[in-house]
């Protein structure tokens, strides 16, 4: 089982809000990856680190959305504006690194008004 | 375009009988293929991966097929169980290149019947 922890498990925001959600990655894991689902299914690669340095990112992270890890605090995933589009279930996976499998948390369901 | 791709949508079964759920893909960099296997409210949950360097992959009653030359898996769920009804993801990545991210296709919705 995943001891990956993501908080919060739900999110409502209004468009043009503030939305920032964490994760632990788990014990010993270097590697966090962040992922969208939205509601067709669909899955898209937002930004992973390692340690607390960021390995790739899409286009869309460097405008409106910001990430990052901090040694010994949650990494976290914030949306500076929010928008309609934006709402989808935000999933956080952690890896040892290399071919290691990602091992995803509970995601957080962010709702935008 | 999509990179990985997943049939059927939706696969119906009997309790008992085996799934058999596909998944294709375009990338020749790809050398990993996990499934996660995904409930309602919850993230996905790894089932079962396997590397292109082998081509079948056995865990219990789940058995991955590897066609590398036709870029072809599949999942084969054998003894299905209602337990088993769940989405079902195949993703693909190319490990050691791009941050090993994942690419996933969009999902075959399994339901088993008791």
């Known amino acids: 089982n995943s001891k990956v922890i993501q908080t919060p498990r739900y999110l409502v925001k209004g468009q043009g809000q503030k939305a920032k959600m964490r994760c632990i990655p788990e014990?010993?894991?270097?590697?966090v990856f962040w992922y969208q689902q939205n509601k067709n299914n669909e899955f898209k690669f937002l930004i992973n680190f390692q340690n607390q340095e960021v390995l790739q990112q899409i286009d869309m992270t460097e405008k409106r959305f910001s990430a990052e890890c901090p040694s010994n605090s949650p990494c976290s995933l914030e949306i500076q504006s929010s928008e309609a589009g934006d709402s989808a279930l935000y999933l956080c996976?952690?890896?040892?690194?290399?071919?290691?499998?990602?091992?995803f948390g509970p995601g957080t369901r962010l709702t935008v008004l | 375009q999509q990179q990985v791709r997943q049939s059927p949508q939706s696969l119906t079964v009997w309790e008992g009988e085996t799934a058999i759920l596909n998944c294709s893909y375009e990338?020749?960099?790809?050398?990993?293929f996990p499934w996660y296997q995904q409930f309602p409210g919850e993230g996905p949950a790894l089932l079962i991966s396997i590397r292109s360097v082998s081509d079948k992959k056995e865990d219990g009653r789940f058995t991955i097929f590897f066609n590398k030359r036709e870029k072809k898996l599949s999942l084969h769920i054998t003894d299905s169980q209602p337990g088993d009804s769940a989405t079902y993801f195949c993703a693909a990545s190319a490990v050691g290149s791009s941050g090993n991210k994942l690419i996933f296709g969009i999902g075959t919705l399994l339901s088993v019947k008791p």
């Open positions: 996976a952690s890896s040892l690194g290399g071919p290691a499998e990602q091992f």
């Open positions: 990338d020749s960099t790809f050398n990993y």
């Open positions: 014990k010993g894991h270097p590697v």
